[in-house]
């Protein structure tokens, strides 16, 4: 929508919202349960008013209400407010939220004060959740031994039942696992005989200077 045509949806929403304050909303006019669906329409008119708020680049500047508040010339939003929902474009780019990293030195008492970020988000079938939290304290098996969790920036993203983790510290990469199967071990490559490897199906990249570079695990 252009912001001729978001100008003239929201004046003809103002309209709206002013018909069913002045008509039912306003005195003795309705009865209570009457009362009750006016009221809720205009609370209903509230949210699209949000929505099409979405859609506002706030192009015109803002002007000061009588009690001293900056809204928008052309939605009326508030200047700086947060907003409750995401606008996102059926084409193209998507972006949501900022890049966030832990912004304390401090140790949180609780994991729940601690959180900066915990949110996930469901992409045409692949799970991406997003965890950044400053340090915190945690007494997960007894309050005497309560011991710091640090502060991470932690990213998962699920796949097919594979997922991909990567923290501040480790990326690992997790494939489906048949629980029957039994004790799960581990180790560098150094460790494992050649004749256990070629069960693996990895290629790692490196230059040169040997530097790791990635893997990739074929399927
Ligand atoms: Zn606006």
Redesign the pocket.
């Known amino acids: 929508m252009d912001g001729i045509q978001l100008k003239k949806e929201l004046r003809s929403l103002y309209k709206s919202l002013d018909f069913v304050s002045e008509n039912f909303l306003s005195g003795r006019k309705a009865n209570k349960k009457d009362g009750q669906i006016y009221f809720n329409i205009y609370q209903q008119l509230g949210l699209a008013w949000e929505f099409l708020?979405l859609q506002?680049?706030?192009?015109?500047g803002y002007r000061t209400t009588r009690d001293r508040k900056e809204v928008?010339?052309?939605?009326?939003?508030v200047k700086g407010a947060g907003e409750s929902y995401y606008l996102l474009p059926k084409e193209g780019h998507k972006k949501i939220g900022l890049r966030r990293m832990p912004n304390s030195k401090k140790v949180f008492p609780t994991k729940a004060k601690a959180q900066i970020v915990n949110d996930t988000l469901d992409f045409h079938g692949a799970s991406l959740t997003m965890n950044v939290s400053n340090a915190y304290r945690s007494s997960l098996f007894n309050r005497k031994h309560d011991f710091a969790i640090a502060a991470d920036r932690i990213v998962t993203l699920k796949e097919r039942g594979i997922e991909c983790w990567i923290d501040q510290h480790l990326i690992m990469v997790r494939m489906k696992r048949d629980r029957k199967r039994g004790a799960i071990f581990g180790g560098f490559p150094w460790e494992i005989s050649r004749k256990q490897l070629k069960h693996f199906p990895v290629i790692f990249e490196y230059d040169k200077g040997n530097r790791f570079l990635g893997l990739t695990i074929l399927k």
């Open positions: 708020g506002c680049k706030h192009g015109e928008c010339k052309i939605c009326g939003k």
